[in-house]
């Protein structure tokens, strides 16, 4: 047997494979009809996102598996790995080409406009999902990277410029930051559990010299720690200011990088996105923005009951989840809030996230913080259908948002977003509370 | 006759993870002032039963109580007369262990200063060092400071000694030899020393495959089996002694030891004499009670 044919053998042992080249045929078609259904920019742009997803995802996938120790017995074939890459993606295209093929007669401009533009976009993501594989990052770059593509679209050259040389760094930074948080609604954790651990103990690894080196100083720790003890008859109050002394302590530990990372990044990346877009589609990018903000800090709600010292009831428990529910909302609304007040300063007739969207966080983030619970308990199957239902409600809620700012009264707006928030609070208050007083805490 | 409300009390008590049964229709009941050794292969469910009394695990079926209160509803008045210490020591790694010992003891009404001194002193722990990087051994002392700085009555230790060298072992077993003389508290203590279990314990509790295989108190257990040495006053014994509840026998040169289990003393000694023996009797440690406990169909 050849290097390759034992290699291509091995590797399509692999269930995952089978089932993404599947999902590609099918993604195919739906591409080659796009231009044939009237599709305006929106649609597009919805599976521009898709087909680099799928991209990504394969190049990713492939070059994870082939990149495992023990996976191939084959010594010296290291050239055998890109030739297998490069077959595959070969061997993608033609697919692709086969399909387009059987569309000419439709409409023969489009489809070759179609064809180009959407298998460049598909290789596109192949090759980035292999290349950031392969440099051991974790591969949930395909989430992020349709945003630059689409701002790509949308933004003048000047922003374009500014978000490239800032968006590698920004992007990297994410990864390492929230990714823990996102894995749980991104297929791709799903597929490479392992990779995340690894990924989160990089980053504890990371962290762990500067909480070594600094010590948070007494000045900071006694009047929390005064303010509890003089509650202890309150113990409500007492454990609200022991949460706050758990949430502010290691922010102000690693102070600088926080201020760092929140803030100038947050602010580099985000006011050039904000602003110069005046474009209707363009609120769909910044409702993205918004409940992509809103998932991190959803992400981040569950909290940990810490065994070793038995302080709280479980009613103490959930009333200290929704105080980091409560605590993780304000601060992203203190985010946005600074974000479009530096966008009006910095950017002549900028266009800021709209005002009006800042209740997309106070909706969607107990929506997040629930499936988040739901998620932790959930087998990798449970979790892709979450997933699944995740991308159908974001997507969901952001063209209703659009509809909603192009379209409705302020009465409509009223009850649309009163009743959203009564569901979503509604729903994470439920899942909260079965969580903390229903089932067990470790 | 005082009634005396059990301190832990199990009723049928039945936990699945998926489709592996953890506890198995656990039925038992925890008395005040006794000191309990919680035994068991790894896997067993010792460390499931007992965050079944502290409320973190709830049942899938049947009951279990701490204070007379259910496990899952437990409040600040029940919790605060528990210290519970966990074989892997989950503390706060940004805090030093000086703050760590403060954020704990601010929540608590009563906190010993002076146990805490001592406690620190005795076991090198520097207050000043971040709890996230000490050593295994250093965590899990500060971990059992936070679970016994509240002066609780009823004190859990899931494998307190584990990560422990034999020095700070021995210094701890003196400190819960001293907790025990000063006051009645309750003790559960899970290890895999049986050695320094059985130190302490008035009580044993064996747990295998989820279920509880033996509860009684330690000297009855200890009585229960007993290694019995036979020596021929003549030349050799004869091939099939004349004692019952065999567990082994072991026969070299007109001697044999044997393990026997519920023995009879008097009894034995009048058999040995029917077939002119020398008899000595020696109780048996509790590693090989547990030994004995575990093997199948025991």
Known sequence: MKPMTANLKILYQHKLLWMIHLSFISVSFAMALNHEIGANNSIVIGLMVMFFSYGSILGGTLSEIINKPFSFCLSDQVKENKKIILLIWLVLMGIFLFVFSRQLALNLKNNYLAFGLNTGIISFGYWIGIFFTTQRKLNIVPFFMPLIAIIFIFNNIGINIVDIIIATPVYQWIMLFICALLSFVIYLTSFNIGKLKRQRVEGIVKNKKVFISSVLPDAVSSPFLKLIKSNSNKKHTSHLWGQAYLMIGPLILVWKSALFNYFFWGCLILVPYSAGQGEFESIYLKIGVLILLSLCLGMAIPGKVFQSFLLFERKEYFQRRIIILLVNLIFLLCFISALNFISGLLWAGFDPVLWKLLIIPVIMLPFFSGIAVVANKLDSAGRVTLIVLGYVVMTGFSFWGCFVLATASILIDLVIIVSAIAVTWGFSFAVLYYDSIKKSLC | ?298
């Open chain 2, 1 to 298: 006759m005082v009634n005396i409300s059990p301190v832990v009390k199990a009723e049928g008590l039945i936990k699945k993870f998926n489709e592996t049964v953890a506890l198995d229709s656990v039925d038992l009941e925890i008395n005040p002032g006794s000191i309990i050794g919680l035994l068991g292969p790894n896997g067993c469910g010792k460390s499931t039963l007992m965050r079944h009394m502290i409320g973190l695990y709830l049942p899938d079926k049947g009951s279990c109580t701490t204070y007379g209160c259910d496990a899952g509803k437990l409040t600040q008045k029940e919790l605060s007369r528990i210290g519970y210490v966990h074989q892997e020591g989950e503390l706060l790694g940004w805090m030093t262990v000086d703050q760590h010992i403060r954020y704990v003891g601010a929540f608590h009404s009563k906190w010993n200063t002076e146990l805490e001194n001592k406690y620190v002193k005795d076991s090198n722990l520097n207050r000043r060092s971040k709890v996230g990087t000490l050593s295994p051994g250093q965590r899990q002392k500060l971990s059992i400071l936070l679970a016994i700085g509240h002066e609780p009555d009823f004190i859990i230790l899931d494998e307190p000694a584990s990560a422990l060298d034999p020095v700070a072992r021995a210094r701890f077993l003196d400190l819960l030899m001293e907790i025990i003389q000063q006051e009645q508290k309750t003790i559960l203590v899970s290890s895999h020393i049986l050695s320094d279990v059985e130190k302490i314990i008035d009580h044993v509790i064996i747990m295998k495959d989820g279920k509880v295989v033996r509860n009684r108190s330690f000297d009855d257990l200890r009585d229960s089996y007993m290694r019995v040495k036979v020596t021929s006053l003549k030349d050799s014994l004869p091939e099939k002694l004349p004692f019952n509840g065999v567990l082994s026998c072991r026969q070299y040169n007109g001697q044999a030891v044997l393990i026997l289990e519920n023995p009879e003393v008097e009894k034995i000694k009048n058999q040995a004499e029917s077939i002119n023996s020398r008899i000595d009797f020696h109780p048996l440690p509790l590693e090989e009670i547990y030994t004995l406990a575990m093997e199948p169909g025991a």
